[in-house]
């Protein structure tokens, strides 16, 4: 059914000053106080060909659009129609079982715009008819009474859309050139469409898929034994194109090199379901629509107020699926999470169309203690070992201050560089305790642990004497910082480390003075930090890829840039979002307590996405690689043309899950109030679901942008309608 609308709002194919002037029109018309309401039905037959309107005027009912219900729009409604034109016998023909209705909801146009349309129309869906009621009365009206359901009843199992045999949806059987029979995978769109207009019988016109793309970029991953080495030449104005080369060069800089399992770059592919998908006997076809929607992710599926069936990627304003790589560079920006320019389509406002607020926010949402957790899988070994990130919301500790009396010695098993304040005896005790490292006498040539039985030597990396005129270990990294201090304040001041208990006066006991702690207690006592809840992980991963004696991580290269495959592979990290740089401080640790929110998921990997070329391979040996060239150049898309010895090293990548992209995503979710509203206000029937809407109500102080989920609208004069609306911040908190 298809209808013209001008007054409407339409985004395709006008430009934004022809939006913005339907916008104004309809603001006014939201002002109508008291509307009289009026339908128009147009019964339709099974193939939705107009047979007859008929109009009257509502007495009651109501409409619905819910975005959590693949059936979204429902509705209930009462008219009276002339009994002089129209007779009970017209309305059971009409209403029958074989007939569909195309709703529309009218108002009389009291302003001096589209004259030539006394009354405004407002489509409100293709349904199918769940109940018919009729009565006549004394003074021969007719009433008439109707349930109805949106097309998508007939996809469900409800009216149409039930899956009659075993059926494979993600494999075909064809024919090659050669003549011999082939089995295929299928492409996404050519399911969705498929499954819709086959076993739902929507005609082909009727069915629009968004963010389907038949040809994807493909990651590849390099398989081959020898490493693969990679250099970017051009530049963006002449072409980005890459040498590639499976010998090392004899100058490898601006080279990088990769190696099996490493993601390399990309194929251009058809974009096919990988997974098998089969419909058993009695599945409908929103069954299958909803195991695309899990593959795929964020996707939604609904009938609009056309009857035209739409898949899609859900317009929730916010994109995590390309996250950037984090440097190392301290850069609480990094944290930022990419989101569309704002843009609201319709306003609420108590000046204008609002009638009453309900604010509900959700205290219990704000976390400001993020761990996620995943599982790398090392097939090849056989071995699985844990990931883990942790960001919390909280003040970093001052570095550049100086430690003394400080061992840095190379750990005996795992050969790790580690750091100890020791215990400085006259003698060694008869048994020692293996928390301590002991110095006997005034010899710092010589440490000591004890192990089990006997005391054995410990590797010296580098000593930093007690003596205020010596080099001191003066701290570059805000990690290292809270590494030290817990090191100090271990165990609690017992006989394992004296420091914690004499730390607020700077002295051992027997007088001898320290004034480096008394400088470390002041600057621990003044930031607050809660050094003790994170000296734990930092005591176990903090050593393991960061080297304490040339303070840098290990991954680290001259020019401070940290290689991707350390960072990629790595099994933990942990960061601070300074409240004081970020604007988070009213949800920091310091000022609401530790709220911490915990994430573990299996199908997490590692703890950044990989970096790699933004590159398409085209194999130069194959028939296809001119038209292969064409659709990278037509894309404008940076290409580089190899062997097929190199081609066909390459296997499919892009299987790295990455604990930052969740903690973003988390951070995102968890640092506002996550307000829920209810709206009272004038009915807009053109107010759809999944709609960005802005309220601003001086009254409560609520202003923003919000997204709306549910709208409820009692038919009739002088009604009001109900919304549900979540808060869709953007800029959070940078």
Same mark, same amino acid.
């Given at each position: 059914?298809?209808?013209?609308?001008? $007054? =409407?709002?339409?985004?395709?194919?006008?430009?934004?000053?022809?939006? /913005?002037?339907?916008?104004?029109?309809?603001?006014?018309?939201?002002?109508?106080?008291?509307?009289?309401?009026? %339908?128009?039905?147009?019964?339709?037959?099974?193939?939705?060909?107009?047979?007859?309107?008929?109009?009257?005027?509502?007495? *009651?009912?109501?409409?619905?659009?819910?975005?959590?219900?693949?059936?979204?729009?429902?509705?209930?409604?009462?008219?009276?129609?002339?009994?002089?034109?129209?007779?009970?016998?017209?309305?059971?023909?009409?209403?029958?079982?074989?007939?569909?209705?195309?709703? +529309?909801? !009218?108002?009389?146009?009291?302003?001096?715009?589209?004259?030539?349309?006394?009354?405004?129309?407002?489509?409100?869906?293709?349904?199918?008819?769940?109940?018919?009621?009729?009565?006549?009365?004394?003074?021969?009206? %007719?009433?008439?009474?109707? /349930?109805?359901?949106?097309?998508?009843?007939?996809?469900?199992?409800?009216?149409?859309?039930?899956?009659?045999?075993?059926?494979?949806?993600?494999?075909?059987?064809?024919?090659?050139?050669?003549?011999?029979?082939?089995?295929?995978?299928?492409?996404?769109?050519?399911?969705?469409?498929?499954?819709?207009?086959?076993?739902?019988?929507?005609?082909?016109?009727?069915?629009?898929?968004?963010?389907?793309?038949?040809?994807?970029?493909?990651?590849?991953? #390099?398989?081959?034994?020898?490493?693969? #080495?990679?250099?970017? /030449?051009?530049?963006?104005?002449?072409?980005?194109?890459?040498?590639?080369?499976?010998?090392?060069?004899?100058?490898?800089?601006?080279?990088?090199?990769?190696?099996?399992?490493?993601?390399?770059?990309?194929?251009?592919?058809?974009?096919?379901?990988?997974?098998?998908?089969?419909?058993?006997?009695?599945?409908?076809?929103?069954?299958? &629509?909803?195991?695309?929607?899990?593959? &795929?992710?964020?996707?939604?599926?609904?009938?609009?107020?056309?009857?035209?069936?739409?898949?899609?990627?859900?317009?929730?304003?916010?994109?995590?699926?390309?996250?950037?790589?984090?440097?190392?560079?301290?850069?609480?920006?990094?944290? @930022?999470?990419?989101?569309?320019?704002?843009?609201?389509?319709?306003?609420?406002?108590?000046?204008?169309?609002?009638?009453?607020? *309900?604010?509900?926010?959700?205290?219990?949402?704000?976390?400001?203690?993020?761990?996620?957790?995943?599982?790398?899988?090392?097939?090849?070994?056989?071995?699985?070992?844990?990931?883990?990130?942790?960001?919390?919301?909280?003040?970093?500790?001052?570095?550049?201050?100086?430690?003394?009396? =400080?061992?840095? $010695?190379?750990?005996?098993?795992?050969?790790?560089?580690?750091?100890?304040?020791?215990?400085?005896?006259?003698?060694?005790?008869?048994?020692?305790?293996?928390?301590?490292?002991?110095?006997?006498?005034?010899?710092?040539?010589?440490?000591?642990?004890?192990?089990?039985?006997?005391?054995?030597?410990?590797?010296?990396?580098?000593?930093?004497?007690?003596?205020?005129?010596?080099?001191?270990?003066?701290?570059?990294?805000?990690?290292?910082?809270?590494?030290?201090?817990? &090191?100090?304040?271990?165990?609690?001041?017992?006989?394992?480390?004296?420091?914690?208990?004499?730390?607020?006066?700077?002295?051992?006991? !027997?007088?001898?003075?320290?004034?480096?702690?008394?400088?470390?207690?002041?600057?621990?006592?003044?930031?607050?930090?809660?050094?003790?809840?994170?000296?734990?992980?930092?005591?176990?991963?903090?050593?393991?890829?960061?080297?304490?004696?040339?303070?840098?991580?290990?991954? +680290?290269?001259?020019? @401070?840039?940290?290689?991707?495959?350390?960072?990629?592979?790595? *099994?933990?990290?942990?960061?601070?979002?300074?409240?004081?740089?970020?604007? @988070?401080?009213?949800?920091?640790?310091?000022?609401?307590?530790?709220?911490?929110?915990?994430?573990?998921?299996?199908?997490?990997?590692?703890?950044?996405?990989?970096?790699?070329?933004? %590159?398409?391979?085209?194999?130069?040996?194959?028939?296809?690689?001119?038209?292969?060239?064409?659709?990278?150049?037509?894309?404008?898309?940076?290409?580089?043309?190899?062997?097929?010895?190199?081609?066909?090293?390459?296997?499919?990548?892009?299987?790295?899950?990455?604990?930052?992209?969740?903690?973003?995503?988390?951070?995102?979710?968890?640092?506002?109030?996550?307000?829920?509203?209810?709206?009272?206000?004038?009915?807009?029937?053109?107010?759809?679901?999944?709609?960005?809407?802005?309220?601003?109500?001086?009254?409560?102080?609520?202003?923003?942008?919000?997204?709306?989920?549910?709208?409820?609208?009692?038919?009739?004069?002088?009604?009001?309608?109900? %919304?549900?609306?979540?808060?869709?911040?953007?800029?959070?908190?940078?």
């Amino acid at each position: 059914m298809r209808k013209l609308y001008p $007054y =409407l709002d339409n985004p395709w194919g006008i430009n934004y000053n022809d939006q /913005q002037e339907d916008r104004n029109f309809l603001k006014q018309i939201d002002n109508f106080v008291n509307q009289k309401q009026y %339908v128009r039905i147009t019964l339709l037959n099974w193939n939705e060909d107009g047979i007859k309107e008929i109009e009257g005027e509502l007495t *009651n009912g109501s409409i619905t659009k819910d975005s959590a219900s693949t059936v979204r729009r429902t509705c209930t409604l009462s008219c009276s129609v002339n009994g002089g034109e129209y007779t009970a016998e017209d309305a059971e023909m009409d209403f029958a079982i074989n007939k569909k209705i195309y709703l +529309e909801i !009218g108002i009389k146009n009291y302003t001096d715009q589209y004259p030539e349309y006394p009354f405004l129309w407002f489509p409100q869906g293709v349904f199918f008819i769940s109940t018919f009621n009729i009565q006549t009365s004394s003074n021969s009206a %007719v009433n008439i009474s109707l /349930q109805l359901k949106d097309k998508m009843a007939g996809l469900n199992g409800e009216v149409g859309g039930t899956i009659p045999a075993t059926t494979i949806l993600d494999e075909m059987d064809t024919q090659a050139p050669s003549g011999e029979y082939i089995t295929e995978k299928v492409l996404i769109y050519d399911i969705i469409v498929e499954v819709v207009n086959h076993f739902g019988g929507e005609i082909l016109s009727n069915i629009v898929i968004e963010d389907v793309p038949k040809r994807i970029q493909r990651v590849m991953k #390099w398989t081959g034994s020898n490493p693969l #080495w990679m250099k970017q /030449q051009g530049n963006i104005d002449s072409g980005i194109y890459y040498d590639v080369s499976l010998d090392e060069p004899s100058d490898t800089t601006g080279w990088y090199q990769y190696v099996a399992g490493d993601d390399v770059g990309y194929i251009y592919d058809d974009f096919v379901y990988t997974d098998e998908l089969t419909a058993a006997p009695g599945d409908s076809v929103t069954t299958i &629509l909803d195991q695309i929607v899990s593959y &795929l992710g964020n996707y939604e599926y609904f009938y609009d107020e056309f009857g035209i069936f739409h898949f899609r990627e859900i317009k929730n304003y916010l994109n995590t699926t390309q996250a950037t790589m984090i440097t190392m560079a301290r850069d609480e920006h990094n944290y @930022l999470t990419s989101v569309t320019t704002p843009k609201s389509t319709f306003s609420f406002s108590d000046d204008t169309n609002l009638v009453t607020l *309900n604010i509900n926010p959700q205290y219990g949402n704000i976390k400001n203690d993020y761990i996620v957790q995943g599982t790398k899988k090392m097939k090849d070994l056989g071995i699985d070992y844990p990931v883990r990130y942790h960001l919390a919301i909280d003040y970093k500790p001052r570095v550049g201050n100086t430690y003394r009396d =400080l061992l840095l $010695y190379r750990e005996e098993d795992s050969q790790l560089i580690k750091a100890q304040f020791p215990l400085h005896v006259d003698e060694l005790p008869e048994v020692g305790n293996f928390n301590i490292i002991y110095c006997a006498g005034n010899d710092t040539s010589q440490f000591f642990y004890w192990d089990d039985t006997t005391y054995k030597p410990i590797e010296i990396v580098k000593y930093y004497p007690r003596g205020e005129n010596t080099e001191g270990y003066v701290t570059e990294d805000w990690r290292t910082e809270i590494y030290l201090r817990g &090191l100090l304040a271990k165990n609690n001041g017992t006989d394992a480390s004296q420091y914690f208990t004499n730390l607020k006066r700077g002295k051992r006991p !027997g007088g001898q003075s320290f004034p480096w702690l008394d400088d470390i207690f002041n600057i621990s006592k003044h930031e607050k930090i809660d050094v003790d809840f994170y000296y734990e992980e930092l005591c176990a991963f903090w050593p393991e890829i960061y080297d304490l004696e040339n303070q840098k991580f290990w991954a +680290e290269e001259k020019d @401070l840039s940290v290689q991707h495959t350390a960072l990629t592979d790595g *099994n933990w990290f942990l960061d601070f979002i300074d409240p004081s740089t970020s604007g @988070l401080g009213e949800f920091c640790v310091s000022n609401i307590g530790r709220r911490t929110q915990v994430t573990n998921k299996d199908t997490i990997n590692c703890l950044f996405e990989p970096v790699f070329p933004n %590159v398409v391979f085209i194999n130069i040996d194959d028939d296809g690689a001119e038209e292969a060239r064409e659709e990278c150049i037509n894309s404008g898309q940076p290409y580089t043309q190899i062997h097929g010895e190199i081609y066909w090293a390459m296997a499919t990548g892009g299987y790295s899950v990455a604990c930052y992209d969740e903690i973003k995503y988390q951070l995102y979710l968890h640092t506002n109030y996550q307000k829920t509203v209810s709206i009272i206000a004038i009915p807009a029937f053109y107010l759809e679901p999944n709609t960005r809407v802005r309220i601003d109500d001086k009254t409560t102080n609520t202003h923003g942008d919000f997204v709306v989920s549910n709208i409820t609208i009692p038919l009739g004069a002088g009604n009001t309608m109900s %919304v549900a609306a979540s808060e869709a911040s953007m800029d959070r908190y940078f």
